[in-house]
């Protein structure tokens, strides 16, 4: 039986990284042993799926988290608009989408305009899987979301025509095997961070207008003045290799916390 990418953002991390305590605590979401949002991945065979569709989808399945999976290849992008935070025993990279466990760039199942989609969300309902017989990734696809037609009907572009894989399918296996590399480009970081002992603890409280108080708390970030301090050869093997940048990257996405504060008093004003 094929196995997910060992490390591949199980859920159950993410459901402690970032604990915010309000007057109204919002309910934990359920745990998964596989990858966040995939219930029911399933390799796919040109064969047993022939007929199986891929409609458009919505992201409601997204709408009830406060982080996101990041690789460090859309640190840059993903900086611009949300935290880029720390979490868990290997030091897992999230975006940080909501301060209470709602995503507030989600609305009516899409995501807010003008604002960065990160990869981890394009790519599914696809997922790579790891075969146990020769190590080889193998594409998969969740069969329980709502985007995947299972042949009840012609809605949706088809995945294989006259048994061969269509262009849905070629995309989708590029998008995964790219996104595969980063995260591994993604866990190497992380694990440097770790072994330089660059990463530190932090929380933060938050007071919203309506006098609504948050806790957020159980993530990690770089410490400054130990990043200061690297000695001067692994600066240059990091900015040879584009660490150097992630890092920049990360702090300057720390600024982006009061914009989800702003984003969770207007929503919260709006709801009322």
Not at 70 to 76: N, T
Not at 151 to 159: C, F, H, I, K, R
Not at 177 to 199: C, G, I, N, P, V
Request: proline content about 6%; hydrophobic content about 45%; aromatic content about 10%.
């Amino acid at each position: 039986m094929p196995a997910f990418v060992p490390g591949l953002y199980g859920a159950s991390y993410l459901t402690n990284f970032m604990t915010a305590e309000t007057t109204t605590p919002p309910a934990a979401p359920a745990q998964a042993s596989g990858p966040l949002f995939y219930r029911q991945p399933l390799p796919l065979q040109s064969d047993k799926h022939a007929n199986w569709r891929l409609r458009p989808g919505s992201l409601a399945f997204a709408a009830e988290t406060n982080a996101i999976p990041a690789v460090i290849g859309e640190f840059g992008m993903a900086a611009q608009h949300f935290p880029i935070l720390f979490t868990g025993q290997d030091a897992s990279p999230i975006v940080a989408v909501g301060l209470a466990r709602r995503n507030l760039f989600v609305a009516d199942g899409k995501w807010a305009d003008d604002t960065y989609a990160p990869a981890y969300l394009r790519r599914y309902p696809f997922v790579f899987m790891q075969s146990d017989e020769d190590g080889n990734f193998l594409l998969a696809l969740d069969a329980d979301s709502e985007q995947v037609n299972q042949g009840t009907s012609d809605e949706g572009e088809p995945l294989f025509v006259d048994g061969k894989a269509t262009e849905v399918v070629d995309n989708a296996m590029k998008f995964c095997a790219d996104f595969t590399r980063e995260y591994e480009q993604t866990r190497l970081f992380s694990a440097a961070l770790k072994e330089q002992d660059l990463l530190v603890e932090r929380s933060i409280d938050v007071t919203l207008p309506s006098g609504e108080k948050m806790s957020v708390n159980g993530f990690h970030v770089v410490d400054v003045e130990k990043f200061a301090k690297l000695p001067d050869d692994i600066i240059v093997a990091w900015h040879r290799n584009g660490w150097l940048a992630s890092i920049h990257h990360h702090l300057s996405s720390l600024a982006r916390f009061n914009a989800l504060v702003q984003r969770q008093s207007a929503q919260a004003a709006a709801a009322a």
